[in-house]
């Protein structure tokens, strides 16, 4: 199961094929060149696009290509819609806790502009756009957030998709919804090709049976020296904010899985252990699957050097007073835990 997609804009996930042709035509008619129509257009266009242009208009720079190119484009883009299948994926790989990121070459205003008015910009952990040459820009993102190749997948509708995902060494999915077609994609040898973005959310929707029993994890409420908790964001848990911690190995006891599970997601040590509670979460709504755990919870004093290092199981952290931790949007069990421990506390 994939965790991470980085994805590319268009004809990944919007259409936008109409304004980019005539963005290009402009282009072309501003230096004598015959226009395309879509089909011309579609078999002949490539990424990277400074390479298509270099072909068609050499000794034409890109900062003037870009000046003509935004007076075909701009007036249409008010107009370019989400691909159908769109909402549909998005809403299903935040179920499924997946990281999302795009990777486009899509200028970044152009990008913002169309994603906030189409209500999905919020949808994405970080936005490369203006991206020239991909097989760069994946290798970069993997780096910066480090996501494991074998869970990443890119998505998108052209060859140079495809062959930046081979380049960076993650998998590579190639979609019939944009601008290459089924045999020019083949040739790029994908690791799959699917009609849209909708066979992805079907693929989603194709999660193993959960255990027959409970899986025993372990949490904990970590409090610096001015009493301030640590809260976690996490792609799994829908996004929201909570507790680290995790399940409990064979032969492992229940502090020590405490102490090596805060260690492998935050880098920090404890020390002040106290146990808080034990309490069930029965398929708790937010988590990225049906699951049944048993978590045992403590409070605990962050020891030693105080530096959060996070591995790819959260994507934010802050150390925050009580009140303002109990007022952001926490999973509901790390809503209960925080409230019991402030509850006895000021008891």
């Known amino acids: 199961m994939f965790r991470n997609f980085i994805l590319d804009w268009s004809g990944t996930l919007a259409d936008d094929l109409t304004a980019v042709v005539a ?7 501003q230096f004598g060149r015959a226009a395309f129509d ?27 290509i870009d000046t003509w ?6 007036p249409l883009q008010e107009a370019i819609p989400l691909l159908p299948e769109t909402p549909r994926f998005l809403e299903r790989a935040r179920a499924a806790g997946c990281r999302l990121f795009v990777l486009s070459s899509v200028a970044p205003g152009h990008f913002e502009q169309q994603a906030r008015r189409l209500g999905v910009f919020e949808h994405f952990e970080e936005v ?8 760069l820009g994946i290798v970069d993102l993997l780096r910066r957030r480090g996501l494991r190749r074998d869970e990443t997948a890119m998505v998108g509708d052209m060859v140079h998709d495809i062959e930046a995902a081979r380049a960076a060494g993650v998998h590579a999915i190639a979609l019939l919804s944009g601008y290459d077609g089924p045999a020019r994609l083949a040739t790029a040898g994908p690791d799959l090709i699917a009609p849209h973005i909708g066979a992805l959310a079907d693929l989603l929707d194709r999660r193993p049976p959960p255990p027959d029993r409970p899986i025993v994890t372990v949490g904990a409420l970590i409090l610096d020296a ?12 829908s996004h929201k904010w909570g507790i680290p911690g995790g399940k409990v190995q064979r032969g492992e006891s229940m502090e020590a899985a405490l102490r090596r599970e805060v260690r492998e997601e935050t880098g920090l040590e404890l020390g002040d252990l106290h146990f808080l509670q034990a ?8 988590f990225q699957h049906p699951a049944h755990f048993l978590l045992l919870a403590w409070t605990a004093r962050a020891v030693g050097t105080i530096e959060v290092r996070l591995n790819d199981e959260a994507q934010e952290w802050r150390w925050l007073p009580v009140a303002e931790a109990a007022a952001i949007d926490l999973n509901g069990p790390s809503r209960t835990l925080l409230e019991l421990w402030h509850t006895r506390v000021t008891l």
């Open 226 to 237: 001015s009493d301030r908790v640590l809260m976690l964001r996490s792609a799994k848990w």
């Open 38 to 64: 879509r089909e011309s257009f579609r078999a002949s266009f490539r990424l990277p696009y400074r390479d298509f242009y270099a072909e068609h208009l050499p000794g034409v720079s890109l900062e003037e």
């Open 69 to 74: 190119y935004r007076l075909g484009f701009e």
């Open 23 to 29: 963005g290009t035509n402009r282009v072309f008619a």
């Open 279 to 286: 309490m069930d979460c029965i398929d708790p709504a937010e």
């Open 128 to 135: 490369c756009a203006g991206v020239h040459d991909k097989r």
